[in-house]
């Protein structure tokens, strides 16, 4: 197995560093989270920011993620593994706008992505990394998406893929890895379960583990959501963003996108407010967030529609809940019935049919609007992550 590589190339990184105590790693060898036994924190991506790259450089580049090239972490270009993902659209709600009044409010909608959701960003570059570190086999736990996700972009890129799956997830996520040549494990329990199972057996196996924040790459996908929200918006940032949270690894890349854009001259220091929202199922970090406290507690209330948002506890908790803190943002719950209620509304007026995830934003935004903490003449951007068409097995209709 190669596992080791020279740090030249497009790619402006330089290292991998620790955002807890500091350690950095060696970005030319394969690593997972921090070597200090007493961290263990997810490692963040570290560039050369000083270059003078200038945002002019995406002038006629394609339509996706990867016009980003040179602030994500695949060196060589023949590495990347891509299906066409990134670039979403930003649609203004055009039909609601009784709930919206005074506000501008807009959807970035990830449904287009490949295999349907915004895990197509994270999946990319890990498993563009993965190959360029000579790695094969590749295993998650994942609650749906990420392991339709994983599956295919392993197929594209000839590796083998090894996803872990609660039972309960509904059968299509199941017939996705399936048909894209992946090894489906069913498990009694959680995606915290699954989690567990992988990395054992990912140790005894010595398979590549890209659960969520338990390796650097993912993060890196996804922050590029952050790029494009700056782009598509002229370079000026919204005042409110919601996000859907069970992992937060969206949150946390978008928060980190925004620190290196400042860095790049590309942005000014304003900030959105970070808008978590979790369901009433899996609530630790609201919880958290409101007792005023840097880590969350274990919170599984069992099945919810949203299967994305059961996560007992984020391994990322402590980042997340920083994000919170710095952006004076705000957290809250949505339950099953509010989101069901949401994708209807959504789809009958809008005509986007979203996951559960995303359109629990929608009543979480009228709950904050209502409260006055959006306000008036502020600009709100909601990330839908996914289709809503992987759900129907899930939905009341």
């Given at each position: 197995?190669?596992?080791?590589?020279?740090?030249?190339g497009?790619?402006?990184?330089?290292?991998?560093?620790?955002?807890?105590?500091?350690?950095?790693?060696?970005?030319?060898?394969?690593?997972?989270?921090?070597?200090?036994?007493?961290?263990?924190?997810?490692?963040?991506?570290?560039?050369?920011l000083?270059?003078?790259?200038?945002?002019?450089?995406?002038?006629?580049?394609?339509?996706?993620?990867?016009?980003?090239?040179?602030?994500?972490?695949?060196?060589?270009?023949?590495?990347?593994?891509?299906l066409?993902?990134?670039?979403?659209?930003?649609?203004?709600?055009e039909?609601?706008k009784?709930?919206?009044n005074?506000?501008?409010?807009?959807?970035?909608?990830?449904?287009?992505?490949?295999?349907?959701?915004?895990?197509?960003?994270?999946?990319?570059?890990?498993?563009?990394?993965?190959?360029?570190?000579?790695?094969?086999t590749?295993?998650?736990?994942?609650?749906?998406?990420?392991?339709?996700?994983?599956?295919?972009?392993?197929?594209?890129?000839?590796?083998?893929?090894?996803?872990?799956?609660?039972?309960?997830?509904?059968?299509?996520?199941?017939?996705e890895?399936?048909?894209?040549?992946?090894?489906?494990?069913?498990?009694?329990?959680?995606?915290?379960?699954?989690?567990?199972?992988?990395?054992?057996?990912?140790l005894?196996?010595?398979?590549?583990?890209?659960?969520?924040?338990?390796?650097?790459?993912?993060l890196?996908?996804?922050?590029?959501?952050?790029y494009?929200?700056?782009?598509?918006?002229?370079?000026?940032?919204?005042?409110?963003?919601?996000y859907?949270?069970?992992?937060?690894?969206?949150?946390?890349?978008?928060?980190?996108?925004?620190?290196?854009?400042?860095?790049?001259?590309?942005?000014?220091?304003?900030?959105?407010?970070?808008?978590?929202?979790?369901?009433?199922?899996?609530d630790?970090?609201?919880?958290?967030?409101?007792?005023?406290?840097?880590?969350?507690?274990?919170?599984?209330?069992?099945?919810?529609i949203?299967?994305?948002?059961?996560?007992?506890?984020?391994?990322?908790?402590?980042?997340?809940l920083?994000?919170?803190?710095?952006?004076?943002?705000?957290?809250?719950?949505?339950?099953?019935?509010?989101?069901?209620?949401?994708?209807?509304?959504?789809?009958?007026?809008?005509?986007?049919?979203?996951?559960?995830?995303?359109?629990?934003?929608w009543?979480?935004?009228?709950?904050?609007?209502?409260?006055?903490?959006?306000?008036?003449?502020?600009?709100?951007?909601?990330?839908?992550?996914g289709s809503g068409?992987?759900?129907?097995?899930?939905?009341?209709?």
């Amino acid at each position: 197995m190669v596992n080791h590589i020279e740090l030249v190339g497009t790619s402006l990184i330089i290292n991998l560093k620790c955002p807890e105590c500091g350690t950095l790693h060696n970005a030319g060898v394969i690593n997972t989270v921090c070597i200090n036994e007493n961290c263990r924190s997810t490692l963040f991506t570290q560039y050369d920011l000083t270059t003078g790259l200038n945002k002019s450089v995406l002038k006629d580049r394609p339509a996706t993620m990867w016009r980003y090239k040179e602030l994500l972490p695949v060196i060589n270009d023949k590495n990347i593994v891509t299906l066409g993902e990134g670039f979403t659209p930003i649609i203004p709600v055009e039909n609601l706008k009784q709930y919206t009044n005074n506000n501008e409010v807009f959807w970035k909608d990830e449904s287009g992505n490949p295999t349907g959701s915004f895990k197509a960003r994270g999946i990319s570059a890990a498993v563009s990394k993965a190959k360029e570190l000579g790695i094969h086999t590749i295993a998650t736990p994942t609650a749906g998406n990420a392991g339709g996700a994983l599956a295919a972009y392993a197929a594209r890129g000839g590796m083998k893929a090894i996803v872990y799956m609660p039972k309960q997830t509904p059968k299509v996520f199941k017939d996705e890895c399936r048909l894209y040549g992946a090894e489906l494990i069913e498990i009694n329990g959680n995606i915290s379960d699954c989690g567990k199972l992988v990395n054992e057996h990912a140790l005894l196996n010595n398979w590549f583990q890209v659960s969520t924040l338990k390796e650097p790459y993912r993060l890196e996908g996804k922050k590029t959501m952050g790029y494009e929200i700056a782009e598509q918006f002229n370079w000026q940032l919204p005042d409110v963003i919601f996000y859907p949270t069970g992992g937060g690894t969206g949150l946390i890349g978008i928060w980190k996108a925004f620190d290196e854009m400042e860095q790049l001259g590309w942005i000014g220091s304003k900030r959105p407010r970070m808008v978590v929202v979790q369901s009433q199922s899996c609530d630790g970090i609201v919880k958290a967030f409101q007792a005023g406290l840097y880590v969350s507690e274990f919170a599984d209330g069992g099945f919810t529609i949203a299967n994305g948002l059961r996560v007992p506890k984020p391994y990322a908790d402590k980042i997340i809940l920083k994000v919170l803190r710095e952006s004076q943002g705000a957290a809250l719950t949505v339950s099953d019935e509010e989101m069901s209620i949401a994708i209807k509304e959504i789809a009958k007026y809008e005509g986007m049919l979203m996951a559960p995830e995303g359109a629990a934003l929608w009543p979480a935004y009228k709950k904050l609007k209502a409260t006055g903490w959006v306000e008036a003449g502020e600009k709100v951007l909601l990330i839908n992550t996914g289709s809503g068409y992987k759900y129907l097995e899930n939905m009341d209709i």
